[in-house]
């Protein structure tokens, strides 16, 4: 009886080491990221389902096929694969940095990127795109999912006050701001939503001919999430040809 008593003694002992390993608050998140071409995106979209913030059965059907591999793999891009942010970075968009491992999409079956993280709730976690190839160049649209489904939105270049689920910055703007860690409570705060948990930053490259960045933030939930990111790529108006003979192209727009 005593033997018995000391092991089970021993036994609890090691069973709350082992709680206290984890922090109370401890939760398990799950991002998944992936870039895709516009066409294959609008492929999916039905009428009503480009209106910013829409949610609808052809984005169901877009997450649905992502989820089973069954995106023709000529569709998507892999040169822009996403990353956590470093510390500097993170702490400049308001976020603490995670040190999690992506396992990359391309794989069989496995298209998204997708990292998972124990978190502590209502903190943010910062996720980085930095395209390594040149083309395509812009970031036009993003499907993001946090609470909710998954909802298309449009990057906007909005003023202080104005919150959207995708916000549009000049990239010189954004490195002036990580740099110095204040672009979060200086500027972004009151123009990013995560009021569904997720919210994207595009950084406009001003140099037309290299790519746009991206930006992907998370609003920890106080229970177990995956959260969803669809970056929409295409050629920058500079590099579209002109209908007729020549080489004439049409005028950048932005």
Same mark, same amino acid.
Not at 104 to 116: C, K, S, T, Y
């Given at each position: ?33 992936? *870039? ?20 609808? +059965? ?5 997450? #649905? *096929? ?9 569709? %998507? ?10 510390? %500097? !970075? ?42 390594? *190839? ?7 649209? @993003?499907?993001?999912?946090? @609470? ?10 909005? +003023?202080?006050? @104005?919150? !959207? ?17 204040? %672009? ?5 705060? *009151? ?22 960045? #991206?930006?992907?933030? !998370?609003?920890? #939930? ?6 969803? #990111? ?25």
């Amino acid at each position: 009886m005593r033997h018995g008593g000391r092991l089970a003694v021993w036994t609890l002992g090691v069973l709350m080491g082992l709680g206290l390993a984890q922090p109370a608050w401890a939760v398990e998140y799950r991002l998944q990221v992936v *870039s895709i071409y516009e066409g294959a995106f609008a492929a999916f979209l039905r009428v009503g389902e480009w209106t910013d913030g829409a949610a609808g +059965p052809g984005l169901d059907r877009l997450e #649905a *096929s992502l989820d089973k591999g069954e995106v023709g793999k000529g569709n %998507l891009l892999y040169d822009r694969h996403v990353q956590a942010a470093n510390e %500097l !970075v993170a702490r400049a968009y308001g976020g603490a940095a995670i040190g999690a491992g992506v396992l990359m999409g391309g794989a069989g079956e496995q298209l998204w990127d997708e990292v998972r993280w124990d978190g502590k709730p209502g903190e943010q976690s910062v996720w980085v795109v930095r395209p390594t *190839s040149r083309l395509p160049q812009a970031l036009t649209r @993003t499907a993001l999912k946090g @609470t909710g489904p998954l909802r298309q939105f449009q990057p906007y270049g909005v +003023p202080a006050g @104005t919150r !959207v689920g995708a916000v549009q910055i000049p990239l010189g703007f954004l490195a002036f701001g990580e740099e110095r860690g204040t %672009l979060w409570r200086k500027d972004l705060a *009151s123009r990013l939503d995560l009021s569904r948990g997720i919210g994207v930053v595009v950084g406009v490259n001003e140099d037309v001919a290299f790519p746009d960045t #991206a930006t992907v933030i !998370v609003s920890q #939930a106080a229970d177990p999430t995956t959260y969803k #990111a669809v970056l929409v790529w295409r050629l920058r108006d500079t590099e579209q040809q002109a209908p007729g003979s020549g080489v004439i192209k049409t005028r950048h727009k932005r």
